[in-house]
């Protein structure tokens, strides 16, 4: 089980006041202490994005942090045309296990920085792939904050184009105009919305799996 302790992430308390709060409320204290506090706790008080930010505070899981991040990403790697991105994924996942070098994580940092992504108008490939190069940040903890919120960006994205494109397709061209408009909106942003529903759903489930 990974632990931490308010001490460890006092300070949050500069840089995320609202979250520190709720956390020590949550645990019924009134100041940092030395007291161990298990991750999955800090996920059910102050959600999953607060608790990955947590993992800065202890770096001694930079493994687990960055196979976190490598997970996240791969669940948008469909959207990912390039091999040269997707190998960044592979590059990542070694490199947390000790199996490549910092050396070898620093080369596909640069090759993922210059495939044609880089300067894609798509805004679905553009998160997919944001996602395989964030999996190479120096700092594991960053690798997983940003994978996390940039594959579901690319998932939630990619699956309310594909309901919104599905209505249009099954509307008669003389039904065009703003009612048809109003329509694609609706089902768009309500289907990005239970979609990041979802992911989030599932990247919490992983994640509580990594840190027991």
């Known amino acids: ?113 210059s495939t044609e992504w880089v300067r894609s108008p798509a805004r679905v490939w553009l998160a997919a792939r944001k996602a395989a190069r964030d999996t190479l940040h120096d700092a594991s903890w960053d690798a997983a904050r940003d994978a996390a919120h940039d594959s579901a960006l690319a998932i939630s994205i990619s699956t309310a184009l594909s309901a919104a494109r599905k209505m249009a397709m099954e509307t008669p061209p003389s039904e065009y105009g703003a009612a048809h408009n109003a329509r694609w909106d609706a089902i768009y942003n309500a289907s990005l919305s239970d979609s990041l529903i979802a992911i989030e759903s599932a990247q919490k489930k992983e994640f509580l799996r990594i840190v027991g």
């Open 1 to 113: 089980m990974i632990t931490t302790t308010l001490r460890h992430l006092s300070s949050n308390a500069i840089s995320y006041p609202e979250e520190w709060k709720k956390l020590i409320d949550g645990l019924g204290k009134d100041k940092a202490d030395d007291e161990r506090i298990p991750f999955h706790e800090i996920v059910e008080i102050c959600g999953l994005g607060y608790a990955i930010r947590c993992g800065q505070a202890e770096p001694q899981y930079a493994k687990e942090w960055r196979l976190f991040a490598v997970w996240c990403a791969r669940q948008a790697q469909h959207l990912m045309p390039e091999q040269q991105i997707i190998s960044a994924l592979d590059v990542a996942g070694a490199f947390a296990n000790g199996l490549a070098t910092a050396d070898e994580l620093r080369s596909a940092q640069i090759a993922a920085d």
